[in-house]
Every structure is written in structure tokens, then in C-alpha cells.
């Protein structure tokens, strides 16, 4: 999954600054304090960055003092100069999170940590302040109902945020409260350790090259170094990501396959070759129990129905009936497939054989490569490809700034207008070099506002690691590096395009978390969409387009093992859902026994008893998908829906454009996301989009 703009790291979110009352000089010095209209990256210095967040955060935290003790509060007087305050500190910290993910330094990197905890401790005392929460819950009984819509959702939002972070708890659940949670975050991060640890003390020594046949030139020299730094003949292979996903798909000795499987699918368990020494089983029973004791605290019947108070989903019946609904109409698909690939081995296959045969069957089949495919993706022909995608689609335009002041020369400003009318602002950085994050992501730089003191349009950074251009031509793309393009601009839109006011429902802020990659995944659709891509497509010296069958064959690998990949996904989202709905002090998380029933509902591929993968499933035990792995296949449902409405009238059809535009990708967090989806579509999510877009909807069950 590509970086999700929503569940980037942030450090904080309900920021507050007041601008006027900051001390003349510091403003005077410190670009980080101007007023300019976008940041001025010239001339930001590391040494800027601690005096300006601690000037903000002094002003801020003052201002909310007074503003939490206001006799009548009302809209006006509380909640307008706290989205300001949210609004001000949000632009002044974002150039600083960017620069350091893609400009890092030292320097830079200790001025930027150094102002974490501060950071952190503003948002916990803002989270968890008693004054504001009254005031909110006073300005909704008394104003509510003279509030226009979007304004009461604020006020909803904030009172929602306030429930779910203990404020209002009476003083010993409260203390009760942030002693779980404190725990839990111990407990999480003592989970992460033992995989780490188990992952670490694992090598693989090999002595006869014959068994490392299949692998890559590049593993294989790095295999041999590492063995002779130990002192070691032959080549030492170790657990690391790459190198286990590497051996797996492509090493042809079975026992090598098997060796890694066992190790990787044992990690910090009672199984395998660590056996007992990192155990993840009793850390995994107390995260549950502490996360069902939170959501008792807050009065939900479990944690999956405390994770659903944000989210697009609304009941666990709701995302059960889904992830069984999906795994109803993919299982014969995933059968078929699993049948084909046994054929093609000709041999029944086990659980770490599966990888090494479908990557060869899949070579076969479509001998397509995303090599070979780069010289039809030069990124001026596929940025203009994408910018008239979106132009037409929404009415925009898109006109690069000249001259605009950024980090580095890669990096590019375009300005976004509508029927002549400004609407907003991006940057592009999309070259990998030296000092830059890798992955791609979206982030807000600064957010749209049109308060009582004043308005901002928005604008946003868009940031890829593409392979940067050689000297004298273009830079080429894989397939793959047009659909991250393509995805990141949609979470750019959902940002850009926005029309809500208020700082803390606007753009991708206050979206449901379930719903948040819906405007990113949709607009990947037109990458796959045989139209665009023979626009986005040319061969960067001849200009030949992309021949028909090498596009057929790439759009075909869309749906490979579709089925497969499907019930593997909700095999997880299963396991994770219903462990934090089924939790029960007096019995415990039964995570093996529900592991095992959910297995004999969707398991395809044969799994060896002693599998532990629940030990180390850090999404769920120790990041932040806990109870939301299903996430993952419900935004994919919503953007093939979506997607769909367009193929029914057409991919480049105005008034579903329009539709899309009004009811979804313009309203933020305005609007609870299924009325937004059903505005749009006039009915709830259908799965059949999904199931059809990967050629696992026919009667047979076949794959296409
Ligand atoms: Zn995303």
C-alpha cells in the first residue's frame, strides 16, 4: 500500500496559533513566523525551527487559556480563533516536517526532534483539556441549532475527539484511562522489540551455491560479504524483508524456501527455530485486554466499536458482512487459481512454494516487465497525461509558477484555477537522491480557511523517489511509478479541491480513516484505463505509442492471482476484526482458536500447524490498524464503485465528475463519509465493482 496521506505520521493535529501576538522581532527574523503566502524555503534555517514552534507554542497555549474561560462561549468567540490557532501552527510546522524528509540534515534533524515533545505535549493538553470540551458542548446545547450544518459538524468532530481521549470521565476511570493507555503504547512497542529481535538473531548460512540458484546477483554478493565479516566461508543470508520476500519468490531450493518460511512465520512465537525466547503470546493478551478495557472505560461494547467511532463503517455486523460477503465471491476464484498453480508446478504445492511458482507462471503468461515498459513513460508526457485527466475531469487547470522559491532544483510549484478563480497550489518532488525519505507520499502544506480572520487557499506537497532522469533526457517511469503519480494526486485533489472553511474538517482532515484513500485509489482507475494510457504513453525518442499487446498484457496482470491475493487479505482482516470484537476478560483473546476458525472459512493455500504469523502482525499488535485492517479492502470497494459510476457513463463524464466532485472529494470531513458516498452514487458501496475490476465476478469462478 502507498502512503496513505491520512495515516501519515503527524505529530500532532489540533494545532493553534494566534497570529498577532508574537513578539515584533522573532516575527521580524524568523521566516518560519512571516506571513507569506507560502513558506519561504530559502531562507529557513535549522536554527529557526525550536525558537518559532516555542514562540507558537507560548502565544498558542496562552491564547487558549483565555479562550477556555470565556463566560458564553460561542462559535464566534471560541471555535473560529481555535481553527485559526489550528490553521497557524499547522503552516508553520509543515515546511519544517517536509525539509526534514527531504532536505535532511543534522542539524536540521535535532531542531525538528527537539520539537517533538513539545509538539506532542501541546496536543495531549489540547486533547485532553476539561474547559475546552465544556465550552464545545455549551456552544452546541445553547447555538446548535442556529449554526449552519458544516459549523455544528466542527463542534461534532471536536466533542467526538474529546469523548474518545477520556475527557469527561469521572477523575478514577479517567486515571484508569491514561494508565491503559500508557500501557498499551509499552506493551505495543514491546511487541514491536520482540519481532525485531527474533527477526535479527536469525541468519541462514549457506555453503553450497547450488542453493542459492534464482537469487539476484546483488543479494548474493551482499550474502557473502556478510559471511566473510563474520569470519565465515560461503554466504550468510539474513531475515530482513527483502531478503525472505527474495528467497520465497525466487529461490529454486525448496529447503532454502522452507527454512525461510518457517523462520519468517515463527518470529517471536513458541514455534521455530527461536522457540520460545521472544514470545510474543502473553504481550499479544495483555494489548487486547488493555484495548478492551479502553473501550469499556468509554462505555463501547468492545474495541472494534471504540475503532468505529471515527470511521466510515459504523457497526461491526456491518464490516463482518462485508470481509464475508468479499470472501463469499473471491473464494472460488482462489481456488481455481490455487488448483491452476498446482497444475503448473505439477505438484501439490506448500505453503513457501506458492510465491516461487506464481511468479513464474505469471512471467509466462504475460512477459511484460516494468523495465521494459519505462521508455513509454517519460514524465513530462505522463504528468501532462495526468494534469489533463484531472482538467477534464473537474474543471481545472494546472499552470506551472515560474521562479517560485523551493528546497532543491527537482522541486516544482503549479498553481490549480477554476473558471479563472485561483483554488489552489502543489508542489512536486519527485527524484530520489541522497538526504530524501523513500516511499511517496502527500502532505498538506498549508490547509484552506475562510475565517472571520481571514482566508487561505490550500496547498499541497507531492513527493515520489522516481528514478531521476539521466543527463540530456527525460525521466523514465515504470507502470508502476505512474500509478503512485497518479494516487498521490488524488490524495493532492482531495486536499486541493476542497470547499469547507474550517481548517479541521477541510481537505483530507477529519475524514474517516476507513475512506481517506477513496479520491487516491479512484484516480489510479484512469492509469489502468486503455484511453488514457495510450495519452499518458509514448516512447520518449520515437514518440511510438505503447503497442496494443504489450498494453493488453500489462492491463491483464491487473487481475493475477486476484483471487489469491483477495482471501489472504481478508484472511487478516478477519483475524484482526474478529479478535477485538470477540475479546472477553474472563476467556481471553483465543487469538490461535480464532486464527483457526477463520482459516477454515477463507484459507485457500495449505498452512502448517505450527504458523504463527499472529506473533508478529505489528499492523495490528502494535501499529495503528488495529481493528481497521479491513480498511484496506473497503477503500478499494469505494473507489472501484466509484469508478464505476464513471465507466457506466463514460470515464470522462461531466455531471458524475461533478457528482464526485460536490459530494466527495470537495467535502473534507464535512460530511459523514457514507451519506457523502450514497449522495454520490444514490445507494451504499457495492463490492461487485471490485470483484469485476479483478475479473473474479463470473459464474465459474474463473479468473480472467
Ligand atoms: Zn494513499
Redesign the pocket.
Known amino acids: 500500500?502507498?502512503?496513505?496521506?491520512?495515516?501519515r505520521p503527524t505529530p500532532f493535529r489540533a494545532g493553534r496559533y494566534n497570529g498577532s501576538r508574537r513578539t515584533e522581532r522573532e516575527s521580524m527574523s524568523n521566516p518560519l513566523l512571516g506571513e507569506d503566502p507560502l513558506p519561504q524555503f530559502r531562507q529557513i534555517r535549522p536554527e529557526h525551527v525550536e525558537p518559532a514552534l516555542r514562540e507558537l507554542l507560548h502565544a498558542n497555549r496562552a491564547r487558549i487559556g483565555e479562550l477556555a474561560s470565556l463566560a458564553r462561549p460561542t462559535f464566534a468567540s471560541v471555535v473560529e480563533p481555535l481553527e485559526e490557532l489550528h490553521h497557524r501552527i499547522s503552516r508553520t510546522w509543515s515546511p519544517v516536517s517536509h525539509l526534514n524528509a527531504v532536505l535532511n540534515s543534522d542539524a536540521l534533524r535535532a531542531g525538528y526532534n527537539a520539537c517533538l515533545p513539545l509538539l506532542s505535549a501541546y496536543q495531549t493538553d489540547l486533547a485532553q483539556s476539561e474547559p475546552l470540551f465544556r465550552a464545545y458542548r455549551t456552544i452546541a446545547e445553547e447555538q446548535g441549532a442556529a449554526l449552519a450544518p458544516v459549523q455544528r459538524r466542527v463542534i461534532e468532530h471536536a466533542v467526538r475527539d474529546f469523548r474518545l481521549a477520556g475527557v469527561g470521565l469521572p477523575a478514577e476511570r479517567k486515571e484508569r484511562f491514561k494508565t491503559a493507555m500508557l500501557e498499551l503504547a509499552q506493551l505495543q512497542a514491546k511487541f514491536e522489540e520482540n519481532v525485531l529481535d527474533a527477526t535479527n538473531s536469525w541468519t541462514r548460512h549457506v555453503t553450497d551455491s547450488a542453493e542459492l540458484c534464482g537469487l539476484n546477483e546483488m543479494l548474493i554478493e551482499q550474502a557473502r560479504r556478510r559471511a566473510h565479516e563474520q569470519g565465515l566461508g560461503g554466504w550468510l543470508l539474513s531475515l530482513d524483508q527483502p531478503t525472505y520476500v527474495a528467497v520465497v519468490t525466487d529461490a529454486e531450493s525448496e529447503g532454502l524456501r522452507r527454512a525461510f518460511y518457517e523462520a519468517w512465520t515463527t518470529r517471536a512465537s513458541d514455534q521455530g527455530p527461536s522457540a520460545g525466547r521472544w514470545d510474543n503470546a502473553p504481550v499479544m493478551e495483555e494489548i487486547l485486554r488493555r484495548r478492551h478495557e479502553i473501550a469499556r472505560l468509554l462505555d463501547f461494547g468492545n474495541y472494534a466499536e471504540y475503532a468505529l467511532a471515527t470511521r466510515m463503517a459504523h457497526s461491526v455486523p456491518e464490516v463482518l458482512a462485508f470481509l464475508h460477503e468479499l470472501a463469499a465471491a473471491a473464494r472460488q476464484a482462489a481456488r481455481h487459481e490455487f488448483e491452476e498453480l498446482e497444475q503448473f508446478a505439477a505438484r501439490p504445492l506448500a505453503a513457501w512454494d506458492v510465491g516461487f511458482y506464481a511468479e513464474r507462471l505469471q512471467r509466462e503468461r504475460y512477459s511484460v516487465s516494468q523495465e521494459e515498459l519505462r521508455p513509454y513513460f517519460p514524465l513530462p508526457r505522463v504528468l501532462a497525461g495526468l494534469f489533463a485527466v484531472a482538467e477534464r475531469l473537474f474543471g481545472i487547470s494546472i499552470r506551472e509558477r515560474q521562479g517560485a522559491a523551493v528546497w532543491h532544483p527537482d522541486a516544482r510549484l503549479f498553481d490549480i484555477s477554476a473558471g479563472g478563480e485561483p483554488v489552489g497550489s502543489f508542489y512536486l518532488d519527485l527524484y530520489a537522491r541522497p538526504h530524501k525519505r523513500s516511499g511517496a507520499?502527500?502532505d498538506e502544506c498549508i490547509g484552506r480557511k475562510r475565517l472571520t480572520s481571514g482566508a487561505a487557499l490550500p496547498v499541497a506537497y507531492l513527493v515520489c523517489n522516481f528514478l531521476p532522469p539521466a543527463p540530456g533526457k527525460p525521466a523514465l517511469l515504470t507502470h508502476d511509478d505512474v500509478l503512485t503519480l497518479f494516487?498521490?494526486f488524488?490524495?493532492g485533489l482531495h486536499h486541493l479541491l476542497t470547499r469547507v472553511d474550517y481548517p479541521s474538517i477541510a481537505g483530507i482532515n477529519g475524514v474517516a480513516w476507513d475512506a481517506?484513500?477513496l479520491p487516491?485509489?479512484f484516480l489510479e482507475n484512469y492509469a489502468w484505463h486503455p484511453e488514457v494510457l495510450q495519452q499518458l504513453a509514448g516512447h520518449f525518442e520515437s514518440g511510438a505509442p505503447l503497442p496494443r499487446d504489450k498494453q493488453a498484457r500489462l492491463v491483464a496482470t491487473r487481475s493475477f492471482h486476484a483471487g489469491l491475493s483477495m482471501m489472504r487479505q481478508l484472511e487478516f482482516a478477519l483475524f484482526d476484526f474478529r479478535l477485538h470484537t470477540e475479546y472477553a476478560p474472563e476467556r481471553g483473546g483465543r487469538v490461535l482458536e480464532i486464527l483457526e476458525e477463520v482459516r477454515r472459512e477463507v484459507a485457500v493455500v495449505p498452512v502448517p500447524q505450527w504458523n504463527r504469523f499472529p506473533h508478529s502482525f505489528g499492523h495490528i499488535f502494535a501499529g495503528g490498524y488495529a481493528a481497521g485492517y479491513y480498511s484496506y479492502k473497503w477503500a478499494e470497494v469505494l473507489a472501484a464503485d466509484a469508478f464505476a459510476a464513471f465507466e457506466e457513463r463514460g470515464v470522462f463524464d461531466g455531471p458524475t465528475a461533478r457528482r464526485f466532485l460536490d459530494a466527495i472529494l470537495s467535502r473534507g470531513g464535512s460530511r459523514d463519509a457514507l451519506e457523502a458516498f450514497v449522495e454520490f452514487r444514490g445507494r451504499r458501496p457495492d463490492v461487485r465493482a471490485l470483484l469485476r475490476q479483478h475479473g473474479i465476478d463470473r459464474p465459474d469462478g474463473r479468473a480472467a
Open positions: 500500500m502507498r502512503f496513505a496521506a491520512g495515516t507520499w502527500m494516487h498521490e488524488g490524495h481517506v484513500e487516491s485509489q
